[in-house]
């Protein structure tokens, strides 16, 4: 079973930045490409960015492009958020989740089978 605990989340100013970290327990963290999601209130769970395996290749919502980056530490089985001049919009609770293993690249939360429990974001405006 894969568990994922994400952290980092927190409040902070509009032009702000924050990291937020996703640690995986379970099998071998190479093994899986991740995501990030976003699900503010009232809407619906959005894709924000995902990385495979390797860290080779990144992918990002146009929303996001240019202001987050997602990396990953394999042997310290972590993946990461970078948040860079965050605005009020960015408030959501943040997800990670492991891929399925079924179409790649994807931004379908349906393609990714476990997830955090979510890591709070809200940027002050």
């Known amino acids: 079973q894969v568990q994922l605990v994400e952290s980092g989340g927190g409040l902070v100013q509009a032009g702000g930045s924050l990291r937020l970290s996703c640690a995986k327990s379970g099998r071998p963290f190479t093994t899986y490409n991740m995501g990030w999601f976003r699900q503010a209130p009232g809407n619906e769970r959005e894709f924000v960015a995902a990385?495979?395996?390797?860290?080779?290749?990144?992918y990002y919502a146009d929303s996001v492009k240019g202001r987050f980056t997602a990396s990953r530490d394999n042997a310290k089985n972590t993946v990461y958020l970078q948040m860079n001049s965050l605005q009020a919009v960015d408030t959501a609770v943040y997800y990670c989740?492991?891929?399925?293993?079924?179409?790649?690249?994807?931004?379908?939360?349906?393609?990714?089978?476990?997830w955090g429990q979510g890591t709070q974001v809200t940027v002050s405006s």
């Open positions: 989740a492991a891929h399925n293993g079924g179409s790649w690249p994807t931004t379908l939360p349906a393609h990714f089978g476990s």
């Open positions: 990385i495979n395996w390797s860290g080779g290749n990144t």
